[in-house]
């Protein structure tokens, strides 16, 4: 077991917790870290494209001109892809991109990815995100105190109150809150600083163990 510093919101050190080697020191395994962010991407693709083939392409069925004593090369449908107004051929159909990854490895990755970023001390810990009213100013405070300017992810447990964090948080394009159940491999990659509230590294300790 490490020991990590508990913060309060005005970035004072007020205690120091027991975080879990399982979870927040191992070696990272970055093949692991990879393949879930890549499936992450992939299932955020819509797959809607869509071409017209010649089953649905608008126009006419008549045989253009007669099959023989032209000169030119035999023709059934003005409609097929080499005239003009014509249907594509081979084009995107609609599909999903969804990747599969077993369960393992995708925990592997989340352990890996929080473990690198304690590693790298650009994971904190802070004994609460409870905010007494809904307000940006004190999530501006709170970001200030700690000195976060860059893209950070708070992290927090269902059990606890931060309703009022999450919506003073809303406006301000570089400060995300998720929960555990929430957490994936790349929210973690994509910010800057990780901030947990101490009830939350505990659960993650257990969870994801």
């Known amino acids: 077991m490490a020991n990590k510093d508990v913060y309060n919101q005005e970035a004072k050190v007020v205690k120091t917790v027991e975080l879990s080697d399982a979870v927040f020191g191992i070696e990272p395994n970055q ?3 990879y393949d879930a962010v890549l499936v992450y991407q992939a299932g955020l693709r819509q797959g809607t494209h869509s071409t017209k083939t010649r089953a649905f392409v608008s126009g006419t069925g008549k045989k253009p001109y007669r099959q023989k004593g032209t000169g030119r090369a035999r023709q059934g449908s003005t409609r097929a892809t080499q005239f003009r107004g014509g249907a594509i051929a081979f084009g995107p159909q609609p599909r999903k ?6 369960r393992k490895v995708r925990r592997l990755a989340l352990r890996s990815a929080l473990s690198e970023k304690n590693l790298n001390d650009n994971l904190t810990l802070i004994d609460n995100l409870s905010f007494d009213e809904i307000k940006t100013k004190k999530a501006v405070a709170l970001l200030d105190a700690f ?7 708070f992290v927090a447990d269902p059990s606890e109150d931060f309703d009022n964090a999450y919506m003073s948080m809303r406006n301000i394009p570089n400060a995300v ?3 555990v159940p929430s957490l994936n491999v790349y929210d973690i990659v994509n910010a800057d600083k ?11 300790g257990e969870v994801f163990a």
């Open 31 to 33: 093949q692991a870290i």
């Open 97 to 102: 991109y969804n990747l599969k990854m077993n």
């Open 147 to 153: 000195g976060f300017d860059r893209k950070t992810l």
């Open 177 to 179: 809150v998720v929960t």
């Open 194 to 204: 990780i901030v947990f509230t101490e009830a939350a590294a505990a659960t993650a």
